[in-house]
């Protein structure tokens, strides 16, 4: 009787339902192993199957045999455990700069190394706070290009966006292209950030990967070596801005309106926006109020200002009159 073409790939379906479908709380036995392998059109006897997993052990893979009545069969280990894998999806999910979609394709994969019971808790993991995530689907590939540009000690260049009042992406320096050398990434506020040398301006920048289109690597070697070597990262991301918790308030604040990419990248694209007038826009948005707050506010100056709650103009007004105290 000739074998159905998918016998000869029993042993490694074997290994995909003991890897899919067992793990510490859950057993096969040989009987459902055999159930198991005929919905792949593989016919199999207990013998073979005991051979087989006996095959799999020498390879490598820990399957622990449970006797009882009956005996099963289980997944001992894995590459990754349970608590590691939640560790590494709370990563991808709590990291603003992967997309929400690309999120998800990395989740799923991470999947893969749980047995299916136990990816439903990492699914569960996915919401575990409604954090505002990166636009620009294309950072995922950027991050990727910008480490192999600085491998291989290239320049790049690169299109750079901001966000107007209506929430769209309008390109600086009129579209033209950006080219700078870049030397190294950061992570801050849970943003990736390029750090380079801008020749035509004798400057060391930074810039939010997210906001780069176009990326592209430059046939040109990298500028501004001699200034990288006395460049001190560490100081340079302390200048970062971050903020602390405090008691939650809705503000409604006035800002110009050049200041729409700071507004949507510190609360997100759904924050409620309206028109001012010709230069000013006004914003909606739920605060923990903290010093470290006032202090983002006030480097804005004239162009930012509290209108609602009046509690809060009065809190603003003690902070500043401190400040004023003090000097």
Known sequence: MAKKPNQKLKILYL???LLEKTDEKHLLTSQQIIEELSLYGINAERKSIYDDIEALRTFGIDIEMVKGKPTGYHILSRTFQL????????????????????SMELIKKLESFASTYESQQLRRQIYVSNRIKCMNESIYYNVDKLHNAITANQQI????????????????????????SPFALTFDNENYYLVAFDAENDIIKHYRVDKMTELNLCA???????????????????????????QEYQLKISFANYLAGVVIDRFGKEVKIAHKDEDKFTA????MLSPKFYGWLFAMGQDAKILEPPAVIADMKRQLQ?????Y
Request: with cysteine; charged share 30%.
């Open 157 to 180: 260049s690169f299109k750079y966006f901001q966000y107007t009042p209506d929430k769209e992406c309008q390109f600086k320096k009129g579209g033209l292209p950006y080219q700078v």
């Open 284 to 287: 909606v948005v739920q605060v």
């Open 15 to 17: 290994m995909k339902i």
């Open 220 to 246: 040109e070697e990298r500028l501004g070596q001699d200034r990288f070597r006395a460049f001190d990262m560490a100081i340079y991301e302390r200048k970062l801005f971050s903020m602390f918790n405090g």
């Open 322 to 326: 401190e400040l004023i105290d003090i």
């Open 83 to 102: 608590p590691e894998l939640k560790l590494l999806v709370d990563g991808v999910q709590s990291c603003k700069f992967i997309t929400y979609k690309k």
